[in-house]
C-alpha cells in the first residue's frame, strides 16, 4: 500500500461541498493516496468560526503544506478581504499556474494545449489604492500602486520556464505592457529577456508580446501559443480568456503554489444559485485533483484520472447541462466511478 499523503480540504461555499464530495468519490475510486484533514473556509469561516480563512485551517495547510479547494464566497460588508488573496499572501504562493486543455472537441477551437503562468502576489492586485477628496466629493480622484520586484519578476519567470521544460513544451511567451507602463511592466520584461539570456537560451524558445495583441492572437490563433507567463492582472484576465477557448471556467483548473505550500482549485464561483440542485460540474476540481496528483509525483493517477474524464464526457457521453447535456452531478460522479473500476 502506497504511502499515504496528508492535505488539507475545503469544501467551500455554495456547490463547494457538492463538487468536493464528487472529487472525494472519484479519488477514492482511483486509489489517491491522500489522507484528508477537512478545514473550513469562505463564508462557512464567517458562520462556524466568525472569521473567513479561521486559525484552524492556516494550522492545517502549515502542517500538509498541501490543500484542495472548493470554491470561496467573500462575505460582502464587514471588512472582509477575500479568503484566496489571503491564502496566497499567508504561504507565499506566487505562481498561479492556469492550463487550457481540450477535453470536448467541436467547439469554436480544438486541440488546445497551453498554460497560462500568472504572478500571484505583485502588480496592480497589492491593494494600496486610495481615494483624493475635491471639494465636497470625496471619490473625486482614485489612485492604485502597483509594485513588482526584480526578484519576485525572477521568481515567477524561473518557474514558468523551469515547468515548460519539466513537460516538455517548446516556447514560453512573456506577456507584457512596457510600451506603455515602462516601469512597471517594463522591469518584468527586462527581467525575463536577462533570466532567459542567463539560464535557458538554447534550451527552449522565448518570446514577448504585448498584452493587448496577446489577446488577439490567442482568440486568432491560439495553437501559436504554449507557455504564458505574466504579471497578476493581465494574467488574471488572459487566464479566463484561454479558459472560454476550452469550453469556460467549468473546465478549467489552477493551482497556487509557493515553495513551501500548493493548493489546487476549481476557478470557478461558488454558485450558490445552483447550490443543491445537483446541477454542479465538477469537472475543473477533478483536473484540480489531477495537478496535485502530479505535484505529490503520481503522475500514472493523474493520467489515469484525466482519461477517465475524456472518456466519460466523450465516449459514455455523460455530461451536465453547462456541457449541454442532462446528467446531475451524481450520475456524472457514478459513471467517472464506474470508468475508473471497469
Known sequence: MSTRIP?????????????????LAVLDALGAPFEWDTQIAGLEGVTQAGDPLPPATLDSIRRTRLALKGPLETPSGGGYRSSNVR?????????????????????????????????????????????????????????????????????????AFQHAIATGRRKVTIVHKANIMKALTGIFKETAEQVFEARYKGRIAMETVIVDACAMKLVLDPWQFDVVVTTNLFGDILSDLVAGLVGGLGLAPGANIGADAAIFEAVHGSAPDIAGQGKANPTALLLAAAMMLEHVQRHELALRLRQAIQDTLNVDQVRTGDLRGSASTAAYTRALVARLKG
Open 7 to 23: 492535505a488539507t480540504l475545503i469544501p467551500g461555499d455554495g456547490i463547494g461541498p457538492e463538487i468536493v464530495d464528487a472529487t
Open 87 to 159: 491564502l496566497r499572501e499567508e504561504f507565499q504562493l506566487y505562481a498561479n499556474l492556469r492550463p487550457a486543455r481540450t477535453i470536448v472537441p467541436g467547439g469554436r477551437f480544438d486541440d488546445i494545449d497551453l498554460v497560462v503562468v500568472r504572478e500571484n502576489l505583485e502588480g496592480l492586485y497589492i491593494g494600496h489604492e486610495h481615494y483624493v477628496q475635491i471639494d465636497d466629493d470625496p471619490h473625486a480622484v482614485a489612485m492604485a500602486t502597483g509594485i513588482n520586484t526584480r526578484a519576485g519578476c525572477r521568481r515567477i519567470v524561473e518557474f
